[in-house]
């Protein structure tokens, strides 16, 4: 099968740091990516990870893949309510066409 | 550097009625891949376009069709519009280089709504 899986709500104080979690089922993915959607808005590529990478930080954002569980995570330090949208897991499966999870809704809080 | 434009932004249609959507993919890129994102869902792949031809193709009718111009824009068409239609359409951009695409780029996509 060809699905991402993802919790569909979060909400956390700002100020906390948020982790959102993605498993995937297909382990040729070579790309894993996390992007954020505002409402009414496109799609904004916020990190992606190699799959032969563990780890990847980029300031505020942490991904961690484990891919033996083929599980993904994204972790938001210092949480911002600017950072309250929908995150979305994707796979980079052949010709570079991606597969995306239904998205998990950030709510963060003052 | 213009980024991934898409037109309309907002559209309206009544079932049975034929739709074009148009994307202008992000300078330096070749390749077009349109996804339609339905209201609490995930974008879902429609099909990919590369060198003027459709290059893979998500689980979709042949309703669904599209082309890419010799300037690497590219147009969605739908025929024969569903309630189920109703979605937003988002144009994606990248550079295939090695058989793979990079700088996957996304458009704010076309709100479609069908009536």
């Known amino acids: 099968g060809e699905d991402v899986e993802q919790s569909l709500f979060l909400s956390v104080r700002e100020g906390d740091s948020s982790v959102i979690n993605c498993t995937y089922t297909?382990?040729?993915?070579?790309?894993l990516y996390w992007y954020k959607q505002e409402p009414g808005a496109g799609l904004q590529l916020l990190t992606y990870i190699f799959s032969n990478m563990d780890m990847k930080q980029d300031q505020r954002l942490t991904v961690l893949l484990n891919k033996k569980d083929k599980h993904l995570s994204l972790r938001i330090a210092d949480t911002q309510t600017g950072d309250s949208a929908i995150y979305f897991c994707?796979?980079?499966?052949?010709?570079?066409?991606?597969?995306f999870g239904k998205g998990t809704m950030l709510l963060v809080s003052p | 550097d213009a980024g991934v434009t898409q037109s309309p932004t907002h559209l309206i249609k009544t079932r049975g009625q034929q739709v074009t959507l148009r994307c202008s993919p992000k300078?330096?890129?070749?390749?077009v891949s349109w996804y339609q994102q339905a209201l609490g869902q995930g974008p879902q792949f429609i099909f990919q376009?590369?060198?003027?031809?459709?290059?893979q193709r998500g689980n979709f009718p042949d309703r669904f069709s599209g082309h890419q111009f010799p300037n690497y824009s590219s147009e969605l068409n739908v025929n024969a519009l569903l309630l189920g239609d109703s979605a937003l359409y988002l144009c994606?951009?990248?550079?295939?280089?090695?058989?793979?695409?990079?700088?996957?780029?996304f458009g704010s996509g076309t709100r479609l709504t069908v009536v």
């Open positions: 297909d382990s040729s993915s070579t790309y």
């Open positions: 994606a951009s990248s550079l295939v280089s090695g058989g793979e695409a990079y700088g996957y780029t």
């Open positions: 994707a796979e980079n499966l052949g010709y570079s066409t991606l597969t």
């Open positions: 376009y590369y060198e003027e031809e459709e290059r």
């Open positions: 300078s330096g890129h070749d390749t």
